[in-house]
């Protein structure tokens, strides 16, 4: 088991900004890569952004791409991300996880360890 649990999320007008944490307790992820989802209401689970192993290479979502950065920690054993200019249509349960190896995919059923979710409401 890799117990995930994010933080950071919250209200926030359009244009702000939010820092998700998603921290990693009892096993190190640092040989994973690591990803974030996404979930809206009555919507599909969707990709946001993903990391290698080493922190080198980075994936995003078309409608996050140019405001969102991922980012990881090994020595703390967290992953980031920095959500800058958000809109109301990015209001969503944003979801951590692990995937099995060093490499990412965008395909949320090849991530093996998920957090419970942090609220992220943006207010037009």
């Known amino acids: 088991q890799v117990p995930l649990v994010e933080s950071g999320g919250g209200l926030v007008q359009a244009g702000g900004s939010l820092r998700l944490s998603c921290a990693a307790s009892?096993?190190?992820?640092?040989?994973?890569?690591m990803g974030w989802f996404r979930q809206a209401p009555g919507k599909e689970r969707e990709f946001v952004a993903a990391?290698?192993?080493?922190?080198?290479?980075?994936d995003y979502a078309d409608s996050v791409k140019g405001r969102c950065t991922i980012s990881r920690d090994n020595a703390k054993n967290t992953i980031f991300l920095q959500m800058n200019s958000l809109k109301p249509e990015d209001t969503a349960v944003f979801y951590c996880?692990?995937?099995?190896?060093?490499?990412?995919?965008?395909?949320?059923?090849?991530?093996?360890?998920w957090g419970q979710g942090t609220q992220v409401t943006v207010s037009s």
């Open positions: 990391i290698n192993w080493s922190g080198r290479s980075t």
């Open positions: 009892g096993r190190s992820v640092s040989s994973r890569a």
């Open positions: 996880a692990a995937a099995p190896g060093l490499w990412y995919t965008r395909e949320s059923t090849m991530y093996d360890y």
